[in-house]
């Protein structure tokens, strides 16, 4: 009867692990899926500009 109740604990406690896991996991696709949402739209109105230009960098060569 205690190797029962053992597996019985082992298996409940790991049931709610991986609900924890799942749980956790859905909270991070939501917050990302809210992240993405909000630069589409904070980039609809604008015109869409790189960060960084390609011609602000130093035209001079490094010295040898």
Not at 43 to 53: F, L
């Amino acid at each position: 009867m205690y190797a029962y109740e053992l597996h019985h604990l082992r298996s409940t406690e790991l049931i709610r692990k991986a609900e924890h896991e799942r749980l956790a996991r859905e909270a991070l696709r939501l917050r990302r899926a809210a992240r993405r949402e909000a630069t589409e739209r904070s980039t609809e109105g604008a015109a869409t500009e790189e960060h960084t230009s390609r011609f602000r960098r130093h035209r001079h060569p490094r010295a040898a």
